[in-house]
């Protein structure tokens, strides 16, 4: 069964860093390239930043780049987005996904976790 845990959301300040962390499990994780997702009340799930199966080639949308790298750890089946200078407009549930195809197309697969809450405050 796949399964994807995410982690490491909170209440921080404009400005602030918060890190998190997906686990996932039921496939094959470092043959898949992951994604980051976001979404705020009241609008669409966003795309948020995508990174190879190898970790060699990492894709933002405009509103992340410069503040926001994505990692992973395939030894652990896990993948991190590391937030800094964290805007109110960042606030959003945020989800990983397995990605289908090349990461410049991010199109995620499968279901969805739980996701986790980020609040930035002014």
């Known amino acids: 069964q796949v399964q994807l845990v995410e982690s490491g959301g909170g209440l921080v300040q404009a400005g602030g860093s918060l890190r998190l962390s997906c686990a996932a499990s039921?496939?094959?994780?470092?043959?898949?390239?992951m994604g980051w997702f976001r979404q705020a009340p009241g609008e669409e799930r966003e795309f948020v930043a995508a990174?190879?199966?190898?970790?060699?080639?990492?894709v933002f949308a405009d509103s992340v780049k410069g503040r926001f790298t994505i990692s992973r750890d395939n030894a652990k089946n896990t993948v991190y987005l590391q937030m800094n200078s964290l805007k109110p407009e960042d606030t959003a549930v945020y989800y990983c996904?397995?990605?289908?195809?090349?990461?410049?197309?991010?199109?995620?697969?499968?279901?969805w976790g739980q996701g986790t809450q980020v609040t930035v405050s002014s």
């Open positions: 039921g496939r094959t994780f470092s043959t898949y390239a």
């Open positions: 990174i190879s199966a190898r970790g060699r080639d990492t």
């Open positions: 996904a397995f990605l289908l195809g090349p990461i410049a197309t991010h199109v995620p697969f499968g279901s």
